[in-house]
């Protein structure tokens, strides 16, 4: 693989996946979960930055063919090892946003939970993940807010600690020109996992590539 920029601080990742435990849990995105009706058997997923694969399992289960990458060789191998104890297969890859080969018009879902990359990679992963898109496809997408750092003064836990790492919804709005925001809102959230806890502040967005 060719040189990646770790998002966040350098083989973070890999120090918390090469843990026995799931760093993020076995169980999907509930914002996810919460969408299912948008997902149908035959789709095409692609799930950037997917970690240990919690979430690219899930659509997996749902009947999608999902392609899942991680720049994190133990997130993949994990992912792959959740995979094969749900009994579905997906294709997980060794890849960050910058060494991806973003092919046109591929999926009907692109999933992006929680990848706070740095501000000189966020905007060109998210026009790729667009142009990844086929018409009618969506970009569906979960991270925390500059109002997390609120929440962590009331005990929540969880996103990067430099607000410029924080999603707003106008951020995402120059990000995702001449889309379709089936949602795009900024509001709080309950988690109960170890590395995300508590009532968080979060943005959701649902962006339909209409041409
Ligand atoms: C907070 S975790 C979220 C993992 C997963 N999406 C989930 O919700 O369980 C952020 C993920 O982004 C990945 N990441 C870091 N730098 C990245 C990059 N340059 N390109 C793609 N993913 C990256 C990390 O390895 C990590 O798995």
Request: aromatic share 12%; charged share 55%; net charge negative.
């Given at each position: 693989m060719s040189k990646v920029i770790y998002g966040f601080t350098p083989e973070s990742f890999d120090n918390r996946y090469r843990e026995p435990d799931y760093h993020y849990g076995t169980e999907p995105n509930a914002f996810l979960v919460s969408q299912r009706a948008r997902f149908k058997p035959g789709m095409k997923a692609l799930m950037p930055?997917?970690?240990?694969g919690r979430n690219g399992v899930w659509l997996a289960e749902q009947g999608l063919e999902v392609t899942t990458f991680d720049p994190s060789e133990f997130g993949v191998e994990k992912a792959e090892r959740l995979a094969a104890s749900r009994g579905v297969s997906i294709d997980a890859r060794r890849a960050g946003v910058e060494t991806w080969?973003?092919?046109?018009?591929?999926?009907?879902v692109v999933g992006l939970f929680f990848i706070h990359l740095p501000v000189a990679l966020r905007g060109p992963a998210h026009a790729n993940a667009l142009k990844t898109l086929r018409p009618g496809g969506i970009v569906i997408l979960e991270t925390f807010s500059p109002h997390q750092i609120e929440c962590r003064k009331n005990g929540a836990a969880g996103g990067p600690?430099?607000?410029?790492r924080l999603f707003t919804c106008e951020m995402l709005r120059v990000d995702f020109p001449g889309v379709l925001f089936h949602l795009l809102e900024e509001t709080e959230a309950d988690f109960k996992g170890y590395a995300h806890y508590g009532r968080c502040g979060v943005v959701r967005m649902v962006a339909e590539r209409v041409s």
């Open positions: 930055g997917d970690g240990e080969d973003w092919e046109p018009e591929q999926f009907d600690k430099e607000v410029d």
